[in-house]
């Protein structure tokens, strides 16, 4: 590709995200979340099903609109990053710098990535954990963005259920026509120290608005915000 054209294209994804990050602003009022500092993470599903959506450049569409709420957020602007199928993999930070081809750089040219398999959600979810509470310990909240579309193991809310003591919120994104079944338990699953998770199905999620995304992204986030900190899982 020449030059002339990737840096027309890094231009175009700049002036972009700069928007949504003004969209997210706006939402961020709303939900009286302005000032939280919290770190986020997207896990983008590339099991078999997914592949299309890799290679229309939906995904990397989700990882920009994601970037935007990381940015605000996170004190380094950075949004972390996991795939998975049966296997999963830990993928460099994305930030406004690298975010132009970053789908196509560091996923689908990446060939150490397990790409196109079936669902296995709890290993990804324990690397998760383990990244924020023993790697790199901090009272800063954490909130994940879990982009699926169906087929989750039923042992995912044992996962979710052990994790509610951790400073983590999970925000599931179903896409797609399946019926997540598991995904559609979250908010009436029982044995948990607070509501530690949260699903919305977004049948074409690159048919939403920004305005809608952002809404329904930080809806519940709020909610467990108070309650992790009534229960002094986060510093009050």
Same mark, same amino acid.
């Not at 290993?123 to 790697?135: A, F, Q």
């Not at 994104?173 to 120290?193: A, C, H, P, W, Y």
């Given at each position: 590709?020449?030059?002339?054209?990737?840096?027309?294209?890094?231009?175009?994804?700049?002036?972009?995200?700069?928007?949504?990050?003004?969209?997210?602003?706006?939402?961020?009022?709303?939900?009286?979340? *302005?000032?939280?500092?919290?770190?986020?993470?997207?896990?983008?599903?590339?099991?078999?099903?997914?592949?299309?959506?890799?290679?229309?450049?939906?995904?990397?569409?989700?990882?920009?609109?994601?970037?935007?709420?990381?940015?605000?957020?996170?004190?380094?602007?950075?949004?972390?990053?996991?795939?998975?199928?049966?296997?999963?993999?830990?993928?460099?930070?994305?930030?406004?710098?690298?975010?132009?081809?970053?789908?196509? *750089?560091?996923?689908?040219?990446?060939?150490? @990535?397990?790409?196109?398999?079936?669902?296995?959600?709890?290993?990804? #979810?324990?690397? @998760?954990?383990?990244?924020?509470?023993?790697?790199?310990?901090?009272?800063?909240?954490?909130?994940?963005?879990? @982009?699926?579309?169906?087929?989750?193991?039923?042992?995912?809310?044992?996962?979710?259920?052990?994790?509610?003591?951790?400073?983590? /919120?999970?925000?599931?994104?179903?896409?797609?026509?399946?019926? /997540?079944?598991?995904?559609?338990?979250?908010? *009436? #699953?029982?044995?948990?120290?607070?509501?530690?998770?949260?699903?919305?199905?977004?049948?074409?999620?690159?048919?939403?608005?920004?305005?809608?995304?952002?809404?329904?992204?930080?809806?519940? /986030?709020?909610?467990?915000?108070?309650?992790?900190?009534?229960?002094?899982?986060?510093?009050?």
């Amino acid at each position: 590709m020449p030059l002339e054209t990737i840096r027309y294209e890094e231009k175009n994804v700049l002036s972009s995200i700069d928007l949504r990050k003004k969209i997210v602003q706006i939402t961020l009022e709303k939900k009286n979340l *302005t000032g939280v500092i919290a770190r986020v993470g997207v896990v983008l599903d590339i099991t078999g099903s997914m592949r299309n959506l890799y290679n229309n450049g939906t995904v990397q569409e989700v990882v920009e609109r994601i970037l935007a709420v990381a940015c605000k957020f996170d004190d380094n602007q950075s949004l972390d990053v996991w795939v998975y199928d049966t296997e999963f993999s830990r993928l460099p930070p994305v930030t406004e710098q690298d975010l132009g081809r970053y789908v196509f *750089t560091h996923i689908l040219n990446n060939r150490t @990535i397990h790409k196109f398999g079936r669902n296995n959600e709890p290993p990804v #979810m324990e690397d @998760i954990i383990k990244k924020y509470t023993e790697e790199e310990p901090d009272s800063t909240p954490v909130f994940i963005i879990f @982009i699926n579309d169906g087929g989750v193991v039923k042992s995912t809310k044992n996962v979710i259920m052990a994790a509610s003591v951790q400073p983590i /919120f999970w925000q599931f994104v179903g896409i797609g026509n399946s019926d /997540f079944e598991v995904l559609k338990q979250l908010d *009436t #699953m029982k044995g948990r120290l607070v509501d530690n998770a949260n699903f919305i199905h977004l049948d074409h999620i690159e048919k939403v608005t920004d305005e809608d995304l952002y809404d329904q992204l930080l809806n519940e /986030f709020p909610l467990w915000l108070s309650a992790a900190k009534e229960k002094r899982i986060l510093r009050a």
